[in-house]
Each structure stands twice: as structure tokens, then as C-alpha cells.
């Protein structure tokens, strides 16, 4: 299976947002990256419903939507009436997760879990069999730009084993940090999505970047 990028809208000039799309939508990328923060759950706030929905009209590719909001229970419909395919929470913000991942899924979404670089993967262990993408920070969440975490790496490998002792299948996605320095080895170790923001977005050339993560 080749290796999927989802460039994160959060790095684009939301002055030309449609210019910014159809570069992705032109490019071998494969996802949107869509990043919601609701100023509760993460330090910042980045947008919402609205441009979401300005997104879809234009994005011919599907969205892949990552909630750093508390509670995203209140809005999962929204999102799914918004074409969001795949609907990401936050195990940090979830009390309930289990009930969160079936509402996803009768949403007609792929559910995904993301854990902060500080939550420990194994927390995952009773509920691996019902996600179809865990998203393993690689930077604290709520801003792009900053630098790779590489306790990743260890992280990676710990939820390769899960998923194979669980005998499920589910995607590793790595989210925050992501270049072309770190890109291979993050491939090496079993990640099957890659977030990029800034490497992308804020490159010369967005399309040459995306071509070099997807060759690699
Ligand atoms: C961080 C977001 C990331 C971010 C990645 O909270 O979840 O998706 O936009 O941006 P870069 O690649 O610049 O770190
Ligand atoms: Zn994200």
C-alpha cells in the first residue's frame, strides 16, 4: 500500500484559499487535512463549519477532518453533513469514546483517534477493533510549524504491535512536524499517512514537496 499525504490546511494563505485547493486537488496528495480547534481543548482557535463547508465545494479529493475540540459528540452530524469522510477525535476529549466511534460510523464516516504525544498508545488496546485511523501526534496540537516530537518513532512501533496482535487493520497517521528529513523513517517504522502543513503549504513549490513524500 503506498504511503498517503494529507496536506493540512491550517499552513494555507486562507486569502487564496482556492488556489491553495486546487494546487492539492492538481497534486499527487491524497487527503485534506482539516484541522478544527475549539480554544478549549488546545490553545487555539482555527475555524469552522463555514470555511468547511467553502473547502468541500472546491476539494476534489476526500476530507480528513482532525477535532481538537471538547465533547465532539455535539457535532459529529455536522461534520458528516459537511462530506467529511474521515471524522478524527481526540481520546483526550472523549469521556465515552466507544459511543463517540459508533456515532461516527453511523454517520457513514471512518472513524479516527488521535492521542497527544504524551498519551500512552496502549490506552488503545480495548477499543483498536473499532478505529479505522489512529493519528499519533508528533507535536503538541493546536499549532503548526512546530518541531517533530521523536518519541514518535517509539510510539509507531507500539501501535504497529497492537494493531497486528488485535489482528485488525487500521492506518497509522503521523501529524505535526512532518518533512522530508523525518518522512522516510516515519515510513520505515510503519506510518501509512503523513500530515504536512508548513513543509508543504510554505514551500516554493507545494507540489514538488508533495511529490518528495509521496516517492519516498
Ligand atoms: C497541529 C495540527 C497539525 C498541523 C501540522 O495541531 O493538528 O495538523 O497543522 O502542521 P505542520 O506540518 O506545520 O506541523
Ligand atoms: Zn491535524
Not at 499527487?28 to 478544527?36: G, L, Q, S
Not at 480547534?37 to 465545494?57: C, E, H, T, Y
Not at 518533512?179 to 504536512?196: C, M, P, Q, R
Request: glycine residues 6%; positive net charge.
Amino acid at each position: 500500500m503506498s504511503i498517503k499525504i494529507a496536506p493540512s490546511i491550517l499552513a494555507a494563505d486562507f486569502i487564496n484559499l482556492a488556489e491553495d485547493i486546487d494546487m492539492v486537488n492538481k497534486s499527487e496528495a491524497d487527503w485534506f487535512h482539516i484541522d478544527v480547534m475549539d480554544g478549549v481543548f488546545v490553545p487555539n482557535i482555527s475555524f469552522g463549519m463555514p470555511i468547511l463547508k467553502a473547502i468541500r465545494k472546491e476539494a476534489k479529493k476526500p476530507l480528513d477532518v482532525h477535532l481538537m475540540i471538547i465533547d465532539p459528540d455535539r457535532y459529529i452530524e455536522n461534520f458528516a453533513d459537511l462530506g467529511a469522510s474521515i471524522l478524527t477525535v481526540h481520546f483526550e476529549a472523549c469521556t465515552h469514546l466507544n459511543r463517540s466511534l459508533q456515532k461516527i460510523k453511523s454517520c457513514g464516516m471512518k472513524t479516527g483517534v488521535a492521542l497527544n504525544p504524551h498519551t500512552p498508545v496502549n490506552n488503545l488496546t480495548d477499543i483498536i477493533k473499532e478505529i479505522d485511523l489512529v493519528c499519533l501526534m508528533s507535536v503538541n496540537p493546536g499549532f503548526g510549524g512546530q518541531s517533530f516530537i521523536e518519541n514518535t518513532f517509539e510510539k509507531i512501533k507500539e501501535l504497529k504491535k497492537l494493531i497486528k496482535k488485535s489482528k485488525t487493520s487500521c492506518l497509522i497517521e503521523i501529524d505535526g512536524g512532518v518533512t522530508n528529513k523525518n518522512a522516510s523513517k516515519l515510513i520505515k517504522y510503519g506510518a501509512n499517512v503523513l500530515v504536512a502543513g508548513n513543509y508543504i503549504f510554505k514551500a516554493n513549490d507545494p507540489k514538488t514537496n508533495i511529490r518528495l513524500l509521496k516517492q519516498l
